[in-house]
């Protein structure tokens, strides 16, 4: 059923960005070779699902220290066989990761879709095995005005930071999420 939702959210998704197109294109692509392409041990490439946490009135992000890349990103992961949709596996750990219940995914149209893609290496198998490649497809997800984070086992810190003070220990494609969360939610 995932695997259905998946081809279905990102035929439907649209984008004026050539890379981003492209990349569309070849997670369709993966996703037409592998019915298996949405888990973990589909090498040497699986889809994933994460979402920013935006405080739009406070004009802030919630960002996670990831254990094992060291870098402040959004939360996300691998999809797991109860999820039924990108977006509910996106809003999951979201969810479980800030540790903030009613987290609501922005809605574009009618319903939560994606808002960028991202293509990255990563070690999720352990370091002693290949990298793999996470096809991560990314949404927001709206925290309520009273939220209040928790962190998990799954970081080493969790903090909210504005939208023009993101912390040295980030990369483009957040910096990118995080301007295109300005522009849609601020």
Partial sequence: M??????????AWTTDETGQQQ???DYLAH???????????????????SA???DPAAGRVLLTLHPKVGLWLQMG??????????AAAALREATEESGIPGLRLLPLDTEPAPVRLDRHQVRCAGKDQPENTHLD???L????????????EESLDLRWF??????????????????????LVG
């Fill in 77 to 86: 992961g691998h999809c797991e066989p109860g999820d039924e949709t990108l």
């Fill in 23 to 25: 990349l569309r294109h």
């Fill in 31 to 49: 996703l037409a070779e592998h019915q298996d392409g949405l888990w973990r041990s589909c090498r040497p490439a699986h889809i994933t699902a």
């Fill in 2 to 11: 995932i695997h259905a939702d998946a081809v279905r959210a990102l035929t």
């Fill in 162 to 183: 504005g939208f023009d003070a993101l912390p040295e220990l980030t990369d483009g494609s957040l910096r990118r999420l995080v301007e295109l969360a300005r522009k």
């Fill in 137 to 139: 497809v990314q949404f």
């Fill in 141 to 152: 997800a709206l925290a309520p005005a009273d939220a209040r984070e928790e962190i998990s």
């Fill in 52 to 54: 920013l946490v935006v």
